[in-house]
C-alpha cells in the first residue's frame, strides 16, 4: 500500500519500490534515491577495472607493431596506469572532502575518455606509454568514487549489497573487455583500445548524479552516526549485542569530540561473544587506526595471493606446452568468479553469517592447492575459479567496513582511497616480491613458485581468519544478514 509520500512502502528483496505514477525508488536505509541515480553510480564501476589489464591479451601484437620496443617498455603499458592510479586515489580521496564531488567525478570522466580516444590516433610506443598514464591518473581519480558514493547514500545490509553489486560489474566489464581486445586484435592494432571508449556511458548519466540527496553527497564536516542509520544496522540484536550496539554508538560520538590523536575504549564488535571484554582503539584524524591498518592488510594479501592467477599462470601453461589459448580461460574464469559472487553476495552472506570470511579463505587456499598440486588444465580452470569466488566474497565487504572504520561519514571515501591504494600497490608489488622470494629460496627451478609460495601463505591468512574471526577485519555481524 502506498505511503503517505505516494510511494509503496513495501520494498522488494533488491530493495526497490514504486507506485503506478512514481520514478522507481530504491532503499538505502536513509534517503532513497532514484533508480537512475543509483545506475548512474554504478555506471563508473564500467571503467575502474580496465587501465592496463584489458589490453593484456594484445601485447604480443604490439610487439610485432613495433618490433624495435623492448619487453619492458611493452609491460609499462600495464605497469604503469596501475602505479600512477594509486597517488590519484589518494588525492580523490583527500578531494571527497570537499563540496566538489561530481566535478572531480566530471574531471576524471573526462581525462579518462580524452586518453582513451588519442590511443586509437597514436603511432608509436611512447604516445601509447604517455596515454596509459593519463588513463591511469584518470582512472585514479575516479575509483574511490565509484565505491564512495555507494557508502554516502546506503546503510547496513543495503549498502554490503550494492557493494557486492558493483564488485560484480566491475569485474564483468573486465571479462567482457578481455574478451573484446582478443577479438578487436584481429583487425587494426587501434581496435582494441576502443574499450575504453566505455567511458561515455557514464559521462551520458553524469547529470543524474546530481540528484544523490545533498544531504548525503555534500558533506565536509563530520556528522555523528545517524540514529536512524543506526537503529537499521542493529534492529535484529539480543538484549547483550543491543547493549554493545548503544556503546558502540556512545564511544562514536565521543569520538568525535577529540581533534587528532586519542584512545578511547570501545565494546566488542557486533558479532562477538557476549562477554567479551572492550578494547581500546587509536582515533587518528577520524579514523580507528588498527580498522583501517587491518582492512588494508587483508586486502593487499587477498589481492597478492590470487593476481597471481594473471602473471603467473601464462608462464606455467607455456612450461607444460598447453595451447596459449587457456591462459586467456584461467584468467577470465578468475574475473568470472568475482563478479558472480558480487552479485549473490547478500545470499552468500546469509548463508554462511559469519563465516563468510572463513570460506572466502577456504576457497582461495583451495584454488591454490589445485594450482600447486596438480598441474593439468582443468585444475588451473576450477582453481582459478575457486579463487575468483573467494576474492569476490570478501572484496565487496572490505569496501562495506572501511566505511565504517570512521567516526565522521565525511571522511568514508577517504577510507576507501587508502584501502583501494593498497589493492593497486599489491598489483604493482606482486611481480617483485615473487621474484625477491624466488632468489632467497633459490626457486627459479620449482615449476609453479609462485603458486606454492601464495598457496603457503594464504594457509597462514586461513589460520588468521579463524582466530580473528570476531575481530573487526573477519567479523560478521547479524547487520548484514539479518
Not at 547493549?243 to 590523536?261: F, L
Given at each position: ?392 566474497m570478501c572484496q565487496p565487504m572490505i569496501y562495506d567496513k572501511a566505511s565504517r572504520a570512521v567516526v565522521s561519514t565525511s571522511k568514508a571515501t577517504l577510507a576507501l582511497a587508502f584501502v583501494l591504494a ?52 573477519f567479523n560478521v555481524d547479524k547487520s548484514y544478514y539479518s
Amino acid at each position: 500500500m502506498p505511503g503517505a509520500d505516494g510511494y509503496s512502502n513495501a520494498p522488494s528483496a533488491l530493495g526497490f519500490y514504486s507506485s503506478t505514477s512514481q520514478p522507481i525508488m530504491i532503499t538505502t536505509g536513509k534517503t532513497p534515491i532514484t533508480a537512475s541515480t543509483l545506475t548512474a553510480i554504478l555506471s563508473l564501476s564500467l571503467v575502474v577495472n580496465l587501465p592496463g589489464l584489458a589490453v593484456t591479451p594484445m601485447l604480443g601484437t604490439l610487439q610485432q607493431v613495433f618490433p624495435h620496443a623492448t619487453q619492458i617498455e611493452t609491460q609499462l603499458l600495464t605497469v604503469l596506469p596501475n602505479l600512477l592510479i594509486i597517488p590519484f586515489v589518494l588525492l580523490s580521496g583527500k578531494l571527497s572532502l570537499s563540496h566538489h564531488k561530481i566535478a572531480t567525478i566530471a574531471v576524471a570522466l573526462v581525462v579518462f575518455m580524452a586518453s582513451a580516444v588519442a590511443y586509437l590516433f597514436a603511432k608509436s610506443m611512447l604516445a601509447l606509454i604517455i596515454f596509459s598514464c593519463t588513463l591511469g591518473c584518470g582512472a585514479g581519480l575516479l575509483i574511490p568514487f565509484s565505491t564512495g558514493l555507494l557508502a554516502d547514500t546506503f546503510v547496513g545490509k543495503y549498502r554490503m549489497h550494492e557493494m557486492g553489486v558493483q564488485s560484480g560489474l566491475s569485474n564483468l566489464t573486465l571479462v567482457v573487455a578481455t574478451y573484446a581486445v582478443g577479438w578487436l586484435s584481429a583487425g587494426s592494432w587501434h581496435l582494441p583500445f576502443t574499450v575504453y571508449l566505455v567511458a561515455i556511458v557514464p559521462i551520458v548519466l553524469l547529470p543524474w548524479l546530481k540528484r544523490i540527496p545533498k544531504e548525503d553527497l555534500d558533506n565536509p564536516c563530520p556528522q555523528p552516526f545517524d540514529v536512524d542509520s543506526w537503529a537499521l544496522m542493529t534492529h535484529n540484536l539480543d538484549e547483550d549485542e543491543q547493549k554493545r550496539s548503544d556503546e558502540a554508538k556512545h564511544m562514536a560520538q565521543r569520538a568525535m569530540t577529540h581533534d587528532g590523536d586519542t584512545t578511547i575504549d570501545q565494546p566488542a564488535d557486533l558479532g562477538a561473544p557476549a562477554g567479551k571484554k572492550k578494547v581500546a582503539e587509536k582515533v587518528v584524524n577520524g579514523f580507528y587506526i588498527n580498522r583501517i591498518l587491518g582492512l588494508i592488510g587483508v586486502y593487499f594479501f587477498i589481492t597478492f595471493a590470487t593476481i597471481s592467477i594473471s602473471y603467473y599462470c601464462p608462464f606455467l601453461i607455456e612450461k607444460k606446452g598447453w595451447s596459449s589459448s587457456l591462459a586467456g580461460t584461467v584468467n577470465s574464469l578468475y574475473f568470472v568468479g568475482i563478479f558472480v559472487t558480487g552479485f549473490t553476495l547478500i545470499w552468500l552472506v546469509k548463508g554462511f553469517k559469519s563465516w563468510t570470511f572463513v570460506m572466502g579463505g577456504i576457497l582461495m587456499t583451495g584454488g591454490l592447492a589445485l594450482i600447486s598440486f596438480i598441474h593439468q588444465p582443468w585444475s588451473l580452470c576450477v582453481g582459478s575459479l575457486f579463487c575468483g569466488v573467494g576474492y569476490g566474497m570478501c572484496q565487496p565487504m572490505i569496501y562495506d567496513k572501511a566505511s565504517r572504520a570512521v567516526v565522521s561519514t565525511s571522511k568514508a571515501t577517504l577510507a576507501l582511497a587508502f584501502v583501494l591504494a593498497s589493492n593497486y600497490l599489491s598489483i604493482v608489488c606482486t611481480p617483485f616480491i615473487i621474484d625477491f622470494l624466488r632468489s632467497i629460496f633459490n626457486g627459479a627451478h620449482i615449476t609453479g613458485f609462485a603458486f606454492w609460495v601464495c598457496f603457503i601463505l594464504s594457509c597462514a591468512y586461513l589460520v588468521l581468519t579463524l582466530v580473528q574471526r570476531h575481530g573487526f577485519a573477519f567479523n560478521v555481524d547479524k547487520s548484514y544478514y539479518s
